[in-house]
């Protein structure tokens, strides 16, 4: 926290260590609070896409075709590797991608208060009626 | 009881529960109608979005084409189910939280032009009625095979049972019967798969099995036998790539953003309750896909093996009964170059053209007399790829029921694909052509009275096309999958992130991509037809992987021209931050 723990000035609302280096601004504290949020939380949301996508692209092209020829070499049971890959096996990791990026942006979502938990639906769909 | 009364039955059955559920489902607001109120479990909608996607190519054709094609038939299998990776995490949580009710809408709203949204509509258009016109085929084909009536009047119950639900029901009708009709498919495509397996290996889990070992006692894996059966018949071995890795490359891109890029998939997202559920569905709906689409190779297999062993060096008149039901329907046909009345299949076409055309005469053996000139080569036999999964259940041996099974598989496969088109046809037009662009100052009872009215006209457009399908039905597919991955998906992808994509940017790389894509197509399968070979491509890449360079083409060309003209507005900006966050989504609203 940047304020003085001893003399916490009148002005002050923060609470949370993204707002460590905001100008103190009382009333646009809300909003620059939430501003950050969204920031950090759509960086966060970047890096988990370049991952997954870097995984779904050696997947698919790589496995899936590219080096297709050489997994061939190993054997999975009765299947070629390669070939697995290409009939079975990109499909499966297909799915558990898509699983895992709905688990691990949950996770992010909420540790960034901007998840949409059922309460928050329930309250905007009775506001937008 | 026959198999002909099985299909009846069963047929008759899914009708029933269909025409059962448009009855419950009626709607009375354009909100329940283009999105069902936005309150579809999302499990369900997985569910649903599965059987919007498999269409009556993925449940007749894919199985024979992969069966035939070998390993190089696998670009289908990760083109096709690739794309849903794209789909959950680049579109389908934003595409949800932006919260109205079209694809033309957001590339409307987000790039603020009717131009815009307009071409939009023209690529929708344009992809779904393609799509659509193999549907309603199908629906007549199945009736034609299975019922022995009509192609014309299979069309046009598959219409009337359409019409019922997609007309009455809306996106509401559509989501609960494509449910039911997944189920149906799902069981009917299963059943002859793990019978299969079971006759070749003792295994009942065909995407095992098909890895397995033979249980005749040679000791040899399912795929070598495969391998050593199609080299001995002059074939390369199946397990052999042959294409081309820049070529399969492409076509496994341009499918993949192709399947992102569809809008009667891309809709089915905005029917969820909340952003998470967007994705959650999107993860339901791959899976759900893929316990067909895994089985799918293995159908491949053991449909290959069985047609390899049962054909090869048979004298005619003791070939199995299916050989000469299917030589009635005229998917399969033997001319005896040799004229020793014993059936040889070797690689190769057997006869020139390659299609047969029957006379009205029988042969020495019984068989049909073609018209057709013999093909250089020792191949006696034609089979229509199609076959792989129709004929499978009497190839096997199956009992009678399970025919009457794939038949109403096949139609459910075809109705749901149909359905889910029209719906994005009628609201393309109803929503984005009239309500945000024609006519504004219409209300909720007129406009969903236009696209009631837009989905009866599409319907006796589709049914027409079914009636009279043009020459070419088998382009199509590169037309509606590259036109998609060309047009739509770049669009709509730097729509939510690059905030820089502006108005004119996007309809210049819009038109870009798509006439890039359409005048390759176009190019090499009407115009040039005979230099549509590898040695004249672009690069290598075939027609139907041309869309992975448009929607490059289409990128490019955006990012240039938003970059030297003005950026988007604030409100634009502030639209996009908002989609950006899957807090306080609430449910699609009107405009």
Redesign the interface.
């Known amino acids: 926290m940047s304020t003085d723990p001893s003399n916490p000035g009148p002005d002050s609302v923060y609470h949370h260590d993204l707002a460590e280096n905001l100008p103190r601004h009382s009333h646009h504290d809300a909003e620059v609070l939430a501003e950050q949020r969204?920031r950090s939380?759509?960086r966060a949301?970047l890096r988990v896409?370049a991952i997954?996508?870097g995984v779904?692209v050696f997947?698919?092209?790589g496995c899936?075709?590219?080096l297709?020829?050489w997994l061939?070499q190993f054997r999975?049971?009765?299947?070629?590797l390669g070939?697995?890959f290409?009939?079975?096996g990109?499909?499966?990791i297909?799915?558990a991608?898509?699983?895992i990026?709905?688990r691990w942006?949950?996770h992010i979502?909420r540790a960034h208060?901007?998840?949409?938990d059922?309460d928050?639906?329930k309250v905007?769909?009775e506001?937008?009626r | 009881m026959s198999a002909q009364a099985y299909s009846y039955l069963f047929v008759g059955l899914s009708f029933a529960l269909y025409i059962g559920i448009a009855i419950w489902s009626r709607v009375g607001s354009t909100r329940e109608f283009y999105v069902a109120g936005g309150g579809v479990h999302p499990v369900l909608n997985g569910m649903a979005t599965a059987a919007d996607w498999m269409s009556a190519a993925s449940f007749l054709s894919v199985a024979g084409l992969i069966a035939f094609a070998g390993?190089d038939g696998?670009?289908y299998?990760?083109g096709w189910?690739?794309g849903?990776?794209?789909l959950?995490?680049?579109l389908a949580?934003y595409l949800r939280k932006f919260g109205r009710f079209t694809v033309p809408e957001f590339v409307g709203d987000r790039y603020y032009s009717n131009t815009a949204r307009v071409v939009a509509v023209i690529c929708l258009l344009f992809i779904s009625f393609t799509y659509i016109a193999g549907q309603m085929r199908g629906v007549g084909i199945v009736f034609s095979r299975f019922l022995e009536v009509d192609i014309n009047t299979g069309v046009a119950v598959g219409m009337a049972i359409v019409f019922f639900y997609a007309v009455m029901g809306g996106m509401k009708g559509i989501t609960y019967t494509q449910v039911a009709q997944y189920c149906v498919l799902v069981f009917a495509f299963l059943v002859p798969a793990i019978f299969l397996s079971i006759m070749w290996t003792g295994n009942p889990v065909p995407?095992?099995g098909?890895?397995?070992?033979l249980n005749d006692g040679s000791g040899l894996?399912?795929?070598?036998k495969l391998d050593q059966v199609t080299t001995e018949l002059g074939f390369s071995a199946y397990?052999e790539?042959k294409r081309s890795?820049i070529d399969?490359?492409a076509i496994?891109?341009a499918l993949?953003i192709g399947t992102a890029g569809l809008p009667h998939v891309i809709v089915r997202f905005f029917t969820v309750?909340?952003?998470?559920d967007a994705?959650?569905s999107?993860?339901w709906a791959?899976?759900f896909i893929?316990v067909v689409?895994?089985t799918i190779?293995a159908v491949a297999v053991f449909a290959r093996l069985n047609l390899s062993e049962s054909l090869d060096s048979t004298p005619y008149a003791e070939a199995p009964a299916w050989v000469k039901n299917w030589e009635n329907t005229g998917l399969i046909a033997w001319q005896d170059k040799n004229e020793d009345g014993i059936i040889q299949y070797r690689a190769g076409a057997a006869l020139s053209p390659d299609k047969p055309e029957f006379t009205e005469a029988r042969g020495e053996h019984g068989q049909r007399l073609l018209s057709n000139e013999p093909a250089p080569g020792a191949n006696e036999i034609y089979v229509d790829p199609d076959i792989m999964v129709m004929a499978n259940p009497e190839i096997a041996g199956l009992p009678a029921w399970v025919i009457g099974l794939i038949a109403a598989g096949a139609v459910a496969a075809a109705l749901s694909t149909a359905a889910g088109l029209l719906l994005v046809i009628s609201s393309a037009i109803s929503h984005d052509l009239l309500k945000r662009t024609l006519v504004p100052g219409i209300g909720d009872r007129g406009e969903l009275l236009c696209a009631r009215l837009a989905a009866v006209v599409a319907i006796l457009i589709a049914g027409w096309f079914g009636i009279n399908p043009p020459a070419f039905v088998a382009q199509t597919v590169a037309f509606a999958f590259g036109m998609a991955a060309a047009s739509l998906f770049p669009a709509i992808l730097l729509g939510i992130f690059s905030k820089r994509a502006n108005q004119p940017g996007a309809i210049a790389g819009m038109l870009a991509g798509l006439s890039f894509t359409l005048g390759y197509i176009v190019y090499f399968n009407f115009i040039a037809p005979e230099r549509n070979s590898a040695e004249y491509w672009l690069l290598g890449i075939s027609p139907i992987g041309i869309g992975a360079l448009g929607a490059l083409l289409n990128i490019g060309v955006t990012l240039v021209v938003s970059r030297i003209t003005a950026p988007p507005p604030a409100a634009v900006q502030d639209l996009i931050?908002d989609i950006?966050?899957?807090?306080?989504?609430?449910?699609a609203?009107h405009h």
């Not at chain 1, 208060?113 to 949409?116: E, I, M, P, S």
């Open positions: 969204a939380y759509w949301n896409l997954l996508l779904w997947v698919a092209l899936g075709v590219l297709g020829d061939d999975l049971g009765g299947f070629p070939f697995w290409t009939q079975q990109a499909m499966l297909f799915v991608l898509i699983a990026y709905h942006m949950t979502e208060g901007v998840d949409d059922p928050d639906a905007t769909a506001s937008a | 390993r696998s670009v299998l990760i189910t690739g849903f990776v794209l959950a995490l680049l949580p995407q095992l098909f890895g397995g070992t894996s399912v795929l070598q397990t790539r890795l399969s490359a496994v891109t993949m309750p909340r952003v998470s994705r959650r999107a993860g791959l899976a893929c689409y895994t190779p931050d950006r966050i899957p807090s306080g989504a609430g449910i609203h």
